[in-house]
């Protein structure tokens, strides 16, 4: 193993929670002290989006032939339908005198460590350039003006982390936690971008270093010192009739450009610090790369029944705080149809092109003709030997589904150990089933380090999958970052690194708060316009 490997594998080991004590966190938290969830840029243009809230006529369904949708136009309009879909706001709780948003991509601890930005590269609705998308306002703010725009009008988006968001709660797991988020907001991006006819490219080749110019985030002295963002991820948007064009072609445009404005204070105090993230992004930073595309026969999944609007799902997604522990047993084809949309040959990652490394193995509670128990789906059918070998001896291995890789493992009462594994939360046991996403783990961090952050970045695409399809089934669903890796591990006989949990998830029929007010997702920016 080369250093890099070496920290990132220790930052690993060194963040698992344990039945004996958690990872390293804050050991208080100040709730008045919280980072804002909005980042601002003080001096730049700002361009008001078209009014949120525009109710699209593909059905979530659609989703499933996403080459039937007609295209929309490329315009102002449908660039904030796109943004508002992926990273707007959803609605706005209250208690009491609290007030929080909750947006169209979940994030740990509703802290939002993710920013987007999106790069316009002519003036057909914009003047061409770099832009942050400020979801409160619904907004864009010009961060770079480019002085020789293309003739070919393009849209790429970015997305970066502000790692100290999310560490301000959850301390030195929060890198692990950032990555979820990433993975979260890819798969907000697709299932926009889909609803309006389009498709996204993630330019996995991407240097983090060009990823950093494109964006500005290597403009220090543009940020304050402990709020930079790193730089995650590069998409190209694909709309018909628009030929693709290389980020690399953006570069040159950057390189002339005029950059605008300097980052507004997340208004927070800094009473922690944690060296080992920045250890960790350092360890997992990623350079260019020329790796050849992975390609599998696209497939349908199982065929849904919902009748809503992919638009409707999308806006009405929530995480579940508590599960009715004594619900209706979930429908058979419902279960099935969930887990089919996970599937990397399903539409759902037609963007991803990387090879599957994550399996789903699931602690069946409440689901319609399936016996309590143990169960797992490959998302590879090929890892079923080495699955098999590195597993308890005792499962069973029954094949329990035609089409899917999905088998029976052990049959029982698993609620309690469901729940002690996921830190004692009820929402592991009370819902119909949970899951641990089980990464080939060794393997992938063999090729390169910064694959550490893929695994997890896979791990949220497919948590954004079965939060939505949760919506699509009338249930709802919730991201578990915190359980006890090594339990998990012991549970399921896994003895080394070659495979390791690296998140939860579970779905169930949530049962609401009464207490909580909920109001619409821009109804401030009615007020403020009136």
Partial sequence: MNAQTTMIKNYHQRTKHTLQHYAKGP?????DDQPDPFRYFSGCTRYALPAPGQALSVLFTELDQPQTITAHALNLKSVGLLLELSFGLSCWKGFDANRWALRCNPSSGNLHPTEAYLIATNHHFVPAGVYHYLSYEHSLEQRCQFHEPTTESAIF????????????????????????????????????????????????????????????????TDFIPKEHESPDVLCRIQIADHAPMAYLDIMALVA????????????????????????????????????????????DPLPSHCEKTASQIIRQRRSAQQFDGKMSPLA????FRILSATLPNAPAFGFWQMPPKVDLFIFVHRVDGLAPGLYVLLRETSRLPALQQA????????????DLAFYQLYTGDLKLIAKTLSCHQPIASDSAFSLAMVAEFDASLAITPWKYRQLFWECG?????????????EMRGTGIGCYFDDSVHEVLGLKDETFQSLYHFTIGK??????????????HLQLKSS
């Fill in 391 to 402: 597993c308890l001896s005792s499962f069973s291995w029954n094949k329990h589904h035609d």
């Fill in 256 to 299: 002339q450009a005029t950059w605008f404005g300097t980052a507004d204070s997340l208004r927070a105090y800094h009473l922690y610090d944690w060296p080992i993230i920045d250890d960790a992004t350092l360890a997992t930073e990623k350079s260019l790369t020329h790796e050849a595309p992975w390609l599998t026969t696209r497939q």
């Fill in 332 to 335: 058979h084809d419902k279960f």
């Fill in 461 to 473: 695409l497919i948590g954004q999958i079965l939060y939505l399809e949760a919506e699509a089934a």
């Fill in 157 to 220: 988006i970015g997305l970066s982390s502000i790692h100290w968001r999310e560490a301000w709660k959850y301390g030195e797991r929060a890198f692990r936690y950032c990555q979820h988020d990433i993975g979260h907001a890819l798969g907000a991006l697709r299932y926009a971008a889909a609803s309006l006819g389009w498709s996204i490219d993630i330019l996995f080749t991407a240097a983090d270093t060009d990823i950093a110019s494109l964006l500005g985030l290597n403009r220090q």
């Fill in 27 to 31: 050991e208080t938290i100040d709730w």
């Fill in 510 to 523: 949530a049962r609401e708060d009464q207490r909580l007010q909920t109001s619409p997702a821009y109804g």
